[in-house]
């Protein structure tokens, strides 16, 4: 059975500092991994995932993401927080080359900015 | 192109009414998904469907809760009767299994059930 954690619920970093949100997950092969933003109001869009190949992937805004497998970890970076970054991001996992119905979302981390 | 379209996007409704969410998925999306996201509870699959075929209903949390395909482009998730404890955003989203198991969210219904 696959499972994904991601630590801390809530992070909260000045305008222009690092972003680093965690995520760790569980599975018996190499997942695919994915992370989710969800802006207030509206619904889950895609940031970036991993398939295979290159494990640092570049999504929108800025985000990047390393599949660490030997650290079970898709920490998600981005060098420079801006105000329009907070939202909600939420972690996923899917066995490889399945289809979209075994994907496991985290329980999400609220990120705020601060001027 | 046009995403997952979801309606109504807020509704506000009394306890023992009929609910009904509707979804139009992404035109050539073959599976598609209920999530329903509450502070407490996270975001939950309730049913999903592929081909228009219902695959698995165990996230429905009760009787009172239903959802059908017709066709490709059209779905619907009934409540009836709607508890308070239903509030919550409902999302429909879609997917092809061809694109890596990436997911489409429409923008949520938000459901307040007084």
């Known amino acids: 059975a696959q499972s994904v954690t991601q630590l801390g619920s809530h992070v909260s970093v000045s305008e222009g500092a690092l972003v680093l949100l965690r995520c760790n997950y569980s599975?018996?092969?190499?997942?695919?991994l994915f992370w989710y933003v969800q802006y207030p109001n509206q619904g889950l869009q895609l940031l970036l995932k991993y398939t295979t190949g290159a494990t640092l992937v570049k999504g929108i805004n800025g985000f990047e993401a390393e599949f660490k497998k030997s650290e079970t970890s898709f920490h998600l970076t981005k060098p420079s927080a801006h105000m329009s970054d907070a939202a909600e991001y939420f972690c996923a996992v899917s066995p490889p080359y399945s289809s979209a119905s075994k994907i496991i979302f985290g329980s999400g981390t609220r990120l705020s900015i601060r001027p | 192109d046009a995403g997952v379209i979801q309606s109504p996007r807020h509704e506000v409704t009394e306890m023992g009414q009929e609910v009904t969410l509707r979804c139009k998925p992404i035109?050539?999306?073959?599976?598609l998904f209920w999530y329903r996201q509450t502070m407490m509870r996270g975001l939950e699959l309730l049913i999903y469907f592929n081909n228009n075929v219902p695959i698995d209903d165990s996230g429905m949390p009760e009787d009172r809760f239903s959802a059908k395909m017709p066709n490709a482009s059209f779905s619907t998730l009934k409540i009836q009767p709607s508890e308070p404890r239903d509030s919550a955003v409902y999302f429909c989203a879609s997917s092809w299994r061809g694109q890596g198991n990436t997911i489409y969210f429409g923008e949520g219904s938000w459901l307040t059930v007084v």
């Open positions: 599975s018996s092969v190499p997942p695919y």
């Open positions: 035109s050539g999306h073959d599976y």
